[in-house]
């Protein structure tokens, strides 16, 4: 049997950015090589004066209208095929840092909790029965929204591609069962979302598989998978972030995504 491993990028205490796997106690133990690549962890611990994202994406794509629950309560018609758009790679934060609300448009700004997959090898044309072998793991991600831009463009990019617009963490997590975990979105202690990645309609294989189609996937590339139901823009009333909120973006397994959030000046 294979053990899942929890990757960890982080600062040590010389602020050098250095890969990291958790021990059973809690600590890390630095990697030598290329997540992408060879590698091997090591016994040596490493001190970490900051957890930082888990990695730095080589391209973010994104999943609309994957859960069935959330498609109903923003009354949309349910897709065909996936719907996928992208995320700027320059939104992407770590655990602990702040969401800023942007300057244009600050007033309309959701969450949304997200299974990331993270592609750990160059790969194109990939069936789902294969999926596996170019997966290296899955982490947490939120997909920040500015509700009022997405609207008023007719399509996303933009609305979630703010710099801060995608939180990411706090790790990766290897050899895990991507088909049923638990997913939670907790607002300053209220629980928003609460769902199970089983009741997504295009699973993780089919949506890896229907990227890759024709389309390279350099390693490091993420796939955000889509969100459950719970989103504050459906809500009554509707609920956005604002300054001084702390928003945390939990699946069982990987672990707890925890940002703040801050107006930018």
């Not at 950015?17 to 490493?46: H, Q, S």
């Not at 509700?147 to 990411?168: H, M, N």
């Amino acid at each position: 049997m294979i053990c899942a491993m929890k990757l960890y990028r982080l600062l040590d205490k010389d602020s050098r950015t250095t890969y990291a796997a958790e021990a059973d106690d809690g600590t890390y133990r630095r990697i030598n090589g290329d997540i992408f690549g060879e590698y091997a962890v090591t016994n040596a611990p490493v001190q970490a004066r900051e957890v930082l994202a888990p990695l730095a994406p080589a391209a973010i794509f994104a999943i609309g209208g994957n859960y069935r629950s959330h498609i109903e309560e923003v009354h949309a018609s349910f897709p065909d095929a996936p719907v996928v758009f992208a995320k700027a790679i320059t939104s992407v934060i770590g655990q602990g840092s702040e969401i800023h609300l942007p300057a244009v448009g600050p007033d309309h700004v959701d969450y949304e909790v997200e299974l990331a997959v993270v592609i750990g090898k160059t790969c194109r044309d990939v069936p789902a029965e294969s999926v596996g072998e170019v997966i290296l793991g899955y982490t947490v991600a939120n997909d920040v929204s500015a509700r009022d831009w997405q609207k008023r463009l007719g399509q996303w990019v933009r609305a979630k591609s703010f710099d801060t617009f995608c939180p990411l963490g706090p790790c990766i997590v290897t050899d895990i069962d991507p088909s049923d975990l638990h997913l939670k979105t907790t607002l300053n202690g209220q629980v928003m979302q609460d769902a199970s990645t089983a009741e997504m309609i295009h699973s993780v294989p089919q949506l890896v598989e229907f990227i890759s189609a024709d389309l390279t996937l350099p390693a490091g590339t993420i796939i955000l998978t889509g969100t459950p139901s719970g989103v504050g823009e459906a809500r009554s009333p509707q609920v956005y972030l604002r300054p001084g909120d702390t928003i945390t973006c939990e699946i069982d397994g990987i672990g707890e995504l925890t940002n703040t959030v801050k107006e930018k000046h």
